[in-house]
């Protein structure tokens, strides 16, 4: 009765609510407070619900507290343990880590190419620091360009004296050594090779059908008078007109053909190229001149620095009396079949014939040496263009620069046919592209009208540079290339440089000017 009077409440209400609340068992010590003295009829002091000791006592809680913290300090020297192992992996992560995963694929901008405008136009360009320069254009088909005062006079001597103190070889195009070797790679039948030689199909084969091959020379350069002699020499020409119909051709030993090429010795006039030539480093360590022309071709071109410092090294060419090259074109075809010589590195790709790519070739005059006497106006001509005896429209085959017998790729006969001649003169600076564009911003194919070659020294002594820029039509090839020759440069040790850069043998000379 007390209780519901304190509660203010009916026996049957406070009974209700007492019923509806959570039922705990009563622990130990609550009944043993009642077993001391606390009747029915004595107030109870105030306590909190009792609830199970093992949720409220302290040694519960501390017990629990160690755990926690053990568990988060083990979670935190995992994660650290986790940080610092991959933080020495991505700064050192070795050959086996570089292997696992293909990575994203390095990619390349659009290649800058000069717009031609139209015949003579004029640009101005600064170049240098201290002088201005002028482009001009001299031909729209082939894209070519002018630049005069390209280099000094100093710049032209200091560049002779280094090839001469670093010693200049003979050009030779498919040398004589390797002659058979290459003959052996042609695993066709007689009937087949027949065929390839038959560009016109008619079934049979013409002089000029004969010389378009010229790498079936051996590096010499064949003319019709050269062709008949070889057949007389091998009776494959019975009744000597200078045509060989099937049957002619299938009763001809190719072995003659090979014996006769080999007891040939060719004279210096007779090879596709007369002239000696060497290799100037223009890298890093390179003379400060050199350094100082690489910069200038760079601001030329407006190509990356990256194309142009990874691109080959100059060449510098002699053209003693005598001396020519044949027209030709500084690229080759891109065929799948074919690979760049500057990426065949990273290309991991077997293919059975390398070419040289070459988007642009910048080419500059040095001093000709005359004999006493000689008129400078004298000097010959070094021709650049295409020797194309075509009007506009047609369609460019080998053939066509071959027509009644004469070739007018031979710059030793015919160089005045030729559609365009530049002279070289001292330190003025001639480029072109080997290249069409894509469309994409990259290279395309080979130019057909990149076609040229250099004309017959008769007097003197005529020295040129070249200093091509190397790009592989493969924009994914040419980024790979990139981006392998900068991981190479971070490691470090110029093994890793391509073999035409390793040559520092004159990096330390000093020429007196």
Excluded at 9 to 34: G, I, L, M, V, Y
Excluded at 130 to 145: Q, V
Excluded at 187 to 211: I, K, P, W, Y
Excluded at 466 to 489: G, K, T, Y
């Amino acid at each position: 009765m007390a209780a519901a009077a304190v509660t203010g409440q009916r026996p049957e209400t406070a009974a209700a609510e007492e019923a509806s609340r959570p039922q705990w068992a009563p622990p130990d010590h609550c009944q043993a407070q009642a077993a001391a003295g606390l009747g029915d009829g004595e107030d109870a002091p105030v306590r909190p619900l009792c609830k199970p000791r093992g949720i409220c006592s302290r040694a519960y809680f501390l017990v629990l507290m160690v755990f926690v913290h053990l568990y988060l300090g083990n979670v935190l020297a995992l994660l650290l343990f986790v940080h610092y192992s991959n933080g020495d992996e991505s700064s050192d992560p070795g050959p086996q880590h570089r292997a696992q995963g293909p990575g994203p694929e390095p990619t390349l901008g659009p290649l800058t190419r000069l717009e031609g405008i139209k015949v003579g136009h004029e640009r101005k360009v600064q170049l240098v620091t201290d002088r201005d320069h002028f482009i001009r254009t001299l031909s729209l088909k082939p894209l070519l360009f002018e630049i005069p005062g390209f280099l000094t006079d100093e710049e032209c001597r200091l560049i002779i004296h280094l090839a001469q103190m670093k010693g200049l070889q003979r050009s030779q195009i498919l040398p004589t050594e390797e002659y058979e070797e290459a003959m052996s790679t042609m695993q066709v039948s007689q009937l087949d090779l027949f065929r390839l030689l038959d560009q016109n199909r008619d079934g049979h084969l013409q002089l000029r059908e004969v010389l378009a091959q010229t790498r079936l020379g051996n590096g010499w350069w064949m003319t019709p008078e050269s062709i008949q002699e070889m057949y007389a020499a091998i009776k494959a020409d019975p009744d000597g007109d200078g045509v060989l119909s099937l049957q002619e051709f299938s009763n001809m030993d190719l072995r003659d053909f090979h014996k006769y090429m080999r007891s040939h010795k060719a004279e210096s006039s007779e090879l596709v190229r007369n002239s000696h030539h060497t290799w100037l480093y223009q890298g890093e360590g390179a003379h400060h001149i050199m350094r100082a022309i690489r910069q200038r071709v760079l601001r030329l071109t407006r190509l990356s620095p990256e194309i142009v410092e990874l691109s080959e090294p100059l060449q510098v060419v002699r053209y003693g009396e005598g001396g020519h090259y044949h027209a030709h074109v500084d690229s080759g075809p891109v065929y799948p079949e074919t690979i760049c010589s500057h990426t065949k590195l990273v290309a991991n790709e077997s293919v059975p014939f390398e070419t040289s790519c070459r988007q642009v070739s910048p080419n500059w005059g040095l001093p000709s040496i005359l004999r006493p006497g000689t008129p400078m106006t004298q000097a010959q001509p070094c021709t650049v263009g295409v020797p194309l005896g075509m009007g506009p429209g047609d369609h460019w085959v080998i053939p066509s620069l071959i027509q009644d017998d004469v070739d007018l790729r031979d710059t030793r006969r015919h160089c005045d046919k030729g559609n365009l001649r530049v002279k070289p003169q001292q330190g003025t600076a001639v480029f072109w592209y080997n290249y069409l564009p894509d469309g994409q911003g990259w290279v395309g194919d080979v130019d057909d009208y990149s076609l040229h070659g250099g004309c017959l020294v008769t007097r003197g002594t005529k020295w040129i540079a070249n200093n091509w820029i190397n790009v592989d039509p493969s924009r994914a090839r040419q980024a790979l290339f990139q981006q392998e020759m900068a991981r190479l440069a971070r490691e470090g040790g110029t093994d890793s440089q391509p073999e035409w850069a390793l040559d520092r043998a004159y990096r330390d000379a000093r020429v007196e000017l």
